[in-house]
């Protein structure tokens, strides 16, 4: 009998020691619809074509040919072109590659949501972002009802950017394209802000680990700046599209790049410091070693009795 009870004391050890210490996360899929994160966008149209009128007739000066503004301006919003970009995401100092670990860590960072538009001869791109709270530090070179204007948005929906260009190809279309290059790109995430990078980057994984970026423009950074993370060129309708970028390459050319503040494309933040890990991090150590302990106590009382 005691020999069975010491059988299965040793085996109830060698499985608490195999148990993992921390599980991964487990994978989930962002959003890819504005309306999963704003229930009722159509009550953003009309700021969205105010906005875009204004950033239209600042723009029709430059144009070398003129245009009819009232033929131009849309008169609605396909929200459901949007594509969310993932902000402040620390990746550059962080470790993960898991595809799991990455995309719950994005759950918790700032997405901005962007909707490209055609307005006359003209590309138009509308970033839509949560109202920040007033920073206290700024509040005083806003006049009041600047001020009131911040504190009434916090939290909602609003646009925070729109920019013109005279040439310029959306991002889902680029997706698009990487498609019918043969690129898998279903769980492929944009992330923009990365310090030194002045565009967004597709992430793409493979085999559900992080392992190559690509640029959503021209002016990614050169393969001479990033050492080493030049992967392969995919070619679309016999052109060459923009080169692929080694994953950890990336991050390293991102953190040599690091300032105190980074600022992304809509002009939020980009400069929170990642944390260090924090008691609740090691629980399941301590859990673990502790029903160890109790294991190797109890299996030496049973010997010590069995040789009584």
């Known amino acids: 009998m005691v020999r069975k009870w010491f059988v299965c004391l040793v085996s109830l050890c060698i499985l608490a020691a195999a148990l993992p210490i921390h599980a991964p996360a487990a994978a989930t899929s962002p959003p ?39 033929d131009a301006i849309p008169t609605s919003v396909d929200f459901s072109t949007a594509i969310p970009v993932y902000i402040d995401t620390e990746l550059e100092n962080l ?19 962007v909707i490209p538009m055609q307005v006359g001869s003209l590309y138009a791109t509308v970033t839509l972002a949560k109202g ?8 005083h070179l806003m006049t009041p009802a600047e001020q009131t ?11 925070s950017e729109v920019a013109m260009y005279t040439d310029f190809t959306p991002y889902s279309t680029q997706i ?3 498609e019918q290059a043969g690129i898998t790109t279903e769980d492929a995430v944009l992330v923009g802000g990365l310090p030194g990078i002045r565009m967004p980057m597709l992430l793409l994984f493979e085999d559900d680990i992080a392992s190559y970026w690509y640029p959503m423009g021209d002016y990614g950074p050169s393969e001479a700046e990033v050492t080493g993370s030049y992967v392969h060129q995919a070619r ?26 980074q600022t992304d494309s809509s002009g939020m933040p980009n400069g929170s410091t990642s944390q260090g890990p924090t008691l609740v991090d090691f629980v399941p150590l301590l859990v673990a070693g502790a029903f160890l302990i109790v294991v190797l106590l109890v299996a030496l009382w049973v010997l010590r009795r069995r040789k009584k």
């Open 32 to 70: 890819s619809d504005f309306s999963q994160v704003c229930p009722d966008p159509s009550q953003l149209e009309q700021e969205i074509l105010s906005h875009l009128t204004v950033a239209y007739e600042n723009t029709l000066p430059t144009l070398s040919t003129p245009e009819s503004e009232e």
């Open 95 to 113: 470790s993960l590659v898991q595809q799991a670990d990455i995309q719950a860590h994005l759950e918790q960072c700032v997405s901005v949501w």
């Open 132 to 139: 920040l709270p007033l920073n206290p530090e700024t509040a």
């Open 236 to 261: 679309f309708q016999g052109e060459s599209l923009h080169p692929f970028y080694d994953y950890e390459a990336v991050l390293s050319y991102a953190k040599t790049n690091q300032t105190s503040t």
């Open 149 to 159: 204007s911040v504190q009434e948005k916090e939290g909602l929906w609003t646009v």
């Open 176 to 178: 698009s394209q990487l």
